[in-house]
């Protein structure tokens, strides 16, 4: 703008001259044309009185003329927009001025607008874990293994094998982050839900960073000996918080939003599908090899990554469903979620008796299908076999509920409390529903008869 502003100058400066010039020289012409013509009219009438005062006017009047003609090209040489007012000069922009955004983005669709709702709520109470241990700092060295030789034979090889062999050794170690995860707090004082497997090593420590960059140590309170779940707690106040919800009545096809670390990388990504599958059974493991089967959890389509384990499915109003604990390796956005009824269990259960009870019932089984029927030739399709281990472990362990019941190796249980046991819904499935101390009734199948037997459920030992 500023050189366009100078080269409208420097053109109207140079039209200033070139006017004067032109005028001057046009005037001069006039001037010399006037003068032979007044020599005419002088010559020819040598007769006639020509006096001063008679010459003077005509002069006044031609110089007149001269600067009103000056003065008119010079204004036509200027620039219409020149001679506005400042006020009524028309505004010019090298680019289109652009319109004012609003500060956010208001979304016209209410399902969409519902998500961000819901995102913007839940995203400050998801935390990110990171995980920090000492490892071994390792070196790579060269050797010449000819170097250990006797010096006479080393004379003797050395001039035809001079090579070095790559060693290593372990020089000290150091603190290094070696996997990551997330949580969410649930209650304000730093009480955060999450995998176990997310924080199962007890040599490392963890991290947990906050959306707004604060971070804290977190402690291990209790870890679920059955589920996936884990309770730490970080020394904070005044905390954001997640409400949670009643994971028994989910749909399939339900919306659901799922935020986490993904990839232990991008704190707090968001990602949107739904419930593409109920009470499933996999077996997950995990990056240090540990294998886990996983039942009775939730199937999501929303995108879960390695680093989300522990953080939340949330539901669209804005209630936690879930904790997304696995994904389907080889396909794409297939996750699982363990209920989040299963983990309100566990708070309960800590905040009464400072540990995370187990229901236990002491015995082994393998569920029956159509084809493990025709195998062994069962009267049923269905249920639990109570068997031995794949070691030839006992099929009912001893001083268990079971055996103080009378569970033998054979029996078949069909039913606990009504609900039947099938590949869907195993007995450990329907067990964890329950609390130990609880009461239940086993229909159980022996020898063609049907039996009610009552059974009291207790904990589960530590060395399970």
Same mark, same amino acid.
């Given at each position: ?32 044309? !006037? $003068?032979? *013509?007044?020599?005419? @009219? %002088?010559? /020819? ?10 010459? #003077? +006017? ?63 709520? !839940? $995203?400050? *109470?998801?935390?990110? @874990? %990171?995980? /920090? ?10 050797? #010449? +293994? ?319």
């Amino acid at each position: 703008m500023k050189q366009n502003t100078k080269l409208i100058t420097i053109i109207i400066i140079s039209g200033f001259i070139g006017a004067i010039v032109g005028s001057f020289v046009t005037h001069q012409i006039s001037f010399k044309n !006037s $003068s032979l *013509a007044s020599e005419n @009219i %002088i010559t /020819t009438a040598t007769s006639t009185e020509i006096t001063e005062d008679t010459l #003077n +006017p005509e002069s006044n009047q031609s110089g007149s003329h001269f600067l009103a003609n000056l003065w008119d090209d010079i204004k036509n040489l200027i620039p219409k927009w020149v001679e506005l007012k400042p006020s009524e000069q028309p505004k010019t922009s090298a680019s289109p001025t652009p319109i004012p955004t609003p500060a956010f983005y208001n979304s016209q669709v209410a399902y969409e607008q519902k998500i961000i709702e819901v995102v913007q709520k !839940s $995203s400050p *109470a998801v935390v990110s @874990i %990171i995980i /920090t241990k000492n490892v071994p700092i390792v070196e790579r060295y060269y050797s #010449n +293994p000819l170097e250990e030789l006797p010096p006479e034979f080393q004379q003797f090889f050395w001039p035809f094998f001079q090579f070095e062999i790559p060693q290593y050794q372990e020089r000290g170690t150091e603190k290094r982050e070696v996997g990551g995860g997330t949580g969410f707090i649930i209650s304000s004082d730093g009480l955060i839900l999450t995998n176990k497997h997310v924080v199962s090593d007890e040599n490392a420590e963890y991290t947990v960073f906050l959306t707004n960059g604060d971070k804290y140590q977190a402690k291990i309170l209790a870890q679920d000996p059955i589920d996936d779940i884990a309770l730490i707690k970080i020394e904070a106040n005044n905390l954001p918080t997640l409400p949670l919800g009643n994971s028994d009545g989910v749909q399939l096809g339900q919306t659901v939003i799922a935020i986490g670390n993904a990839l232990s990388e991008f704190r707090n990504t968001v990602s949107v599908g739904v419930v593409s599958g109920l009470a499933r059974s996999v077996v997950a493991s995990d990056q240090m090899g540990n294998v886990e089967t996983i039942e009775d959890v939730i199937q999501t389509d929303a995108a879960i990554n390695f680093g989300n384990s522990g953080g939340p499915l949330i539901n669209l109003n804005g209630e936690v469903i879930g904790i997304n604990t696995a994904i389907a390796s080889g396909a794409e956005n297939i996750g699982f979620a363990i209920p989040i009824n299963r983990a309100s269990k566990d708070i309960r259960s800590y905040q009464t008796s400072g540990k995370i009870s187990a229901p236990f019932i002491g015995i082994r089984y393998t569920i029956i299908t159509p084809s493990l029927q025709k195998e062994k030739n069962l009267p049923v399709d269905y249920g639990a076999l109570v068997s031995k281990g794949q070691n030839g472990e006992s099929a009912v362990f001893p001083d268990s509920p079971a055996a103080s019941a009378g569970i033998k190796e054979g029996d078949i249980i069909l039913e606990i409390n009504g609900q039947k046991i099938t590949v869907d819904r195993s007995l450990s499935a329907i067990i964890k529903n329950y609390n130990a101390g609880e009461k239940i009734i086993l229909k159980v199948l022996r020898d063609q008869q049907e039996l009610n037997i009552e059974v009291v459920l207790a904990d589960r030992p530590d060395n399970l």
